[in-house]
């Protein structure tokens, strides 16, 4: 594993190429299943990695693409999974040499998650999890997710491999020629989503050809610093004669190889339509080439299934609209009661079309499920909104369940510097791929002064690093506090946005219209600190 990790950083390494058209030259019958071949034909699928390897494959992907229960039922094999992916590691095992990497290759399950579908995310977690188990136990050297389209099941694989394993990842997505895949999400979403979960390498497979795979990879570098992987189809399929053709000729596959490396693409490979012959172009065309490369400094970054938002830096104040909150919404706490969501739909649209970016939800108020209701909330709020996520709730069970539902890399409000809340929160948010709010307060209260409220932030992030979380994942909150009983704490909140930013290098947000309740003319009062906090460098404000 650390090998693996290692070589990457010194030199760009070479995927193998097409199991499936492979296996078909070599007798797999039409409905037949590659996986079984594992067992019933172990020696022709050595046979297609030994090809691989001796074209100079740095990395060669076992046969089990389609080695998950959901697919192998459909040849009455689901009682076989571990068996089967087992073997198609240990084939690959003895096949590869001192330098080559065994990749165990997962594909997408062919189910929906529910609402749409009838699969629930802790059943998909647990079926790749079955997969992850029996490369674990066949001597994988790493794992390599491919092909997926749903954002969703790939999060759920994503998580089953950081599970069960201690593997390095690679997670990849199939998009279309308008860059984006058949469910919607752009490279850019996609590639916030799996940096934030921690797969290694990022990038795309299938689909498309080199110049296509090139265009995406080039949008997922703008929102990520993890390195790419580029394993593009030997061209466009085109029907010839009544048979599937790639066109792309050895010679086009190595001609983006400058442009990748210079992108960061540390692993390039071929899909569909690529032979031993694409393979060794590919190889040779790195011989001579200049290989290093310098990852970009990271940033915050937040996403949906359909968009992306950054947090900190240069980028502008985030807008957190927080109407979908019961405080004070008698009509909305009996819908929550009556698990209704017409307020959620209305409320997410309305304050979309309003300027939000981001959308707060929370579901907390007496006599409700929480953890059913904000399950449903983020279900209803992602059907009618493409703005990412703040799941608001203090209830580690409800967080959980909402983390479980969401598409993308949500922002968590909110963690505190209590002990008890730290162990709590800060654990799924690094399971789940989240940002949290980090409240600069602890179990002595609401420091006085902007130095104790930067204490608590430092506290907050020392923490965090420690979970896993990089700083960039944690945004402060200063706390506002109504003017009109502490006047003099509300130049402590502007001072310690200061420090915060300057001293902690950390992004910041604000509950901007707190500072107004209870008073009159409170759009005036709250617009002019709102105005005195952006001069001071908050990131995001929840209004």
């Known amino acids: 594993m650390a090998d693996f990790l290692h070589a990457i ?41 030994r090809a691989y390897a001796e074209a100079g494959a740095d990395i060669l992907v076992s046969n089990t693409f389609g080695g998950s229960r959901s697919k192998l039922a459909h040849y009455g094999l689901e009682g076989r999974v571990a068996e089967i992916n087992r073997a198609g590691v240990e084939i690959v095992r003895r096949v590869a040499g001192p330098g080559h990497f ?20 802790d059943e998909m977690v647990d079926i790749f999890g079955e997969q992850v188990r ?23 694989a994503v998580i089953a491999c950081r599970e069960f394993s201690t593997l390095p990842v690679i997670a990849q997505m199939t998009f279309d020629d308008a860059g984006r ?65 790639f066109p792309g000729t050895p010679e086009e596959m190595t001609a983006y190889h400058d442009r990748l490396i210079a992108l960061g693409a540390r692993v390039i490979g071929g899909c569909c339509g690529t032979t031993p012959a694409h393979i060794r172009a590919m190889r040779d065309a790195l011989d001579g080439r200049e290989q290093g490369w310098t990852p970009p400094k990271r940033r915050g970054f937040l996403s949906s299934r359909s968009a992306v938002v950054e947090i900190g830096g240069d980028a502008p104040c985030a807008i957190i609209g927080e109407r979908i909150n019961p405080t004070g919404k008698k009509a909305y706490s009996a819908e929550l009661r009556e698990g209704k969501t017409v307020y959620i739909r209305r409320e997410a649209q309305e304050q979309t079309r309003a300027g939000a970016v981001l959308l707060d939800v929370n579901c907390g108020t007496p006599g409700v499920d929480e953890p ?17 996520l703040v799941l608001d709730s203090s209830d580690p069970a409800a967080l959980e369940r909402a983390l479980k539902a969401v598409d993308g890399k949500v922002l968590i409000n909110s963690v505190s510097g209590e002990e008890k809340s730290l162990r709590a929160i800060l654990p799924l948010a690094r399971k789940y791929g989240a940002a949290v709010i980090g409240l600069a307060l602890d179990e002595s209260g609401i420091p006085e002064t902007a130095a104790g409220r ?11 690093l420690a979970a896993g979380l990089p700083k960039e994942d944690v945004v402060i909150d200063c706390l506002t506090l109504t003017v009109s009983a502490e006047q003099k704490r509300a130049m402590e909140t502007i001072r310690a946005l200061r420090a915060v930013r300057d001293e902690l290098g950390l ?37």
Not at 107 to 113: A, E, H, I, Q, V
Not at 198 to 210: E, K, R
Not at 517 to 541: D, H, I, K, Q, Y
Request: aromatic share 4%; charged share 15%.
């Open 9 to 49: 950083k010194e030199r760009v390494l070479v995927l193998d190429g097409a199991m499936g058209t492979m296996l078909q030259e070599r007798g797999l019958q039409p409905g037949a299943s590659p996986e079984a071949m594992n067992l019933e034909a172990p020696e022709i699928v050595a046979g297609v990695h």
């Open 102 to 121: 065994v990749a165990a290759s997962i594909g997408p399950t062919g189910r929906f998650l529910q609402p749409v579908g009838d699969a629930g995310f």
């Open 134 to 156: 029996a490369f674990v136990a066949g001597g994988a050297d790493l794992i390599s997710l491919e092909t997926f389209l749903d954002i969703r099941e790939l999060r759920a």
């Open 181 to 245: 895949t058949v469910l919607g999400t752009p490279p850019e979403a996609a590639a916030v989503t799996l940096d934030a979960l921690g797969a290694d390498v990022i990038g795309s497979n299938c689909g498309l050809g080199i110049d296509g795979i090139y265009a995406i990879l080039e949008k997922m570098r703008a929102v990520t610093n993890r390195p790419l992987i580029a394993q593009a189809n030997a061209g466009l399929p085109q029907l010839v004669d009544g048979q599937t053709v």
């Open 372 to 388: 059913a209701a904000l399950e449903r909330a983020v279900y209803a709020v992602c059907g009618v909104s493409g703005a990412p």
């Open 454 to 464: 930067t204490r608590v932030a430092g506290k907050i992030l020392e923490a965090a």
């Open 507 to 543: 992004a910041t947000v604000l509950g901007v219209s707190n500072i107004s309740f209870g008073l009159p003319n409170r759009p005036v009062l709250s617009a002019t600190f709102f105005a005195m906090a952006l001069e001071a460098g908050l990131a995001a404000a929840i209004v």
